[in-house]
């Protein structure tokens, strides 16, 4: 059994705010920390995928039209189609999605920011189906040098 597993817990209300804070600062530069060496790492590894996968694309695409999956001893190998859309002009298509009324065009989601202000401006004009939910939230900020 670790020592972790055997020591009994302490009660957060039985150490010092600062000690909380000093704690609370070391364990997110260690989760950034970790952060970035697994992003750096992911990053690294996804390119070398990306070079493969090209390598797999270009070797099945050569073996003639109409082929488009190759059975190996390790896995098969299939190549598919992904399109992505994406608008060139904002503009344009919000005044196409309004005259159509074809909403569905659009991915269901609040903008955050642009909500807040407009409830802000408007207080007493919340739009129907609305919902909210609200959390207190803790933010630490390291001592800057005087």
């Known amino acids: 059994m670790s020592e972790a597993q055997t020591t009994a817990p302490v009660e957060a209300t039985e150490v ?3 000690r909380l804070a000093k704690m609370y600062i070391r364990m997110r530069d260690r989760l950034q920390e970790l952060t970035r060496i ?3 790492e992911t990053e690294n590894i ?3 995928m990306a070079t493969v996968a090209g390598a797999m694309k270009d070797q099945v695409q050569a073996l003639g039209e109409g082929i488009n999956s190759v059975k190996t001893e390790h896995g098969t190998i ?3 189609k992904k399109t ?3 608008a060139d002009d904002w ?3 919000g005044k196409f999605v309004i005259s159509t009324g074809d909403v569905a065009l659009l991915e269901k989601r609040v ?3 642009n909500m807040q202000t407009y409830l802000e ?3 007493d004009a919340a739009p129907p189906g609305l919902s909210s939910v609200s959390e207190i939230t803790v933010t630490v900020r390291k001592p800057t040098a005087k």
């Open 84 to 86: 992505r859309y994406y």
């Open 91 to 93: 503009d344009a298509f």
């Open 46 to 48: 996804k390119l070398q």
């Open 78 to 80: 299939m190549l598919g």
């Open 38 to 40: 697994y992003d750096s």
């Open 16 to 18: 010092p705010i600062d």
């Open 111 to 113: 903008a955050q920011g």
């Open 121 to 123: 401006n408007h207080p």
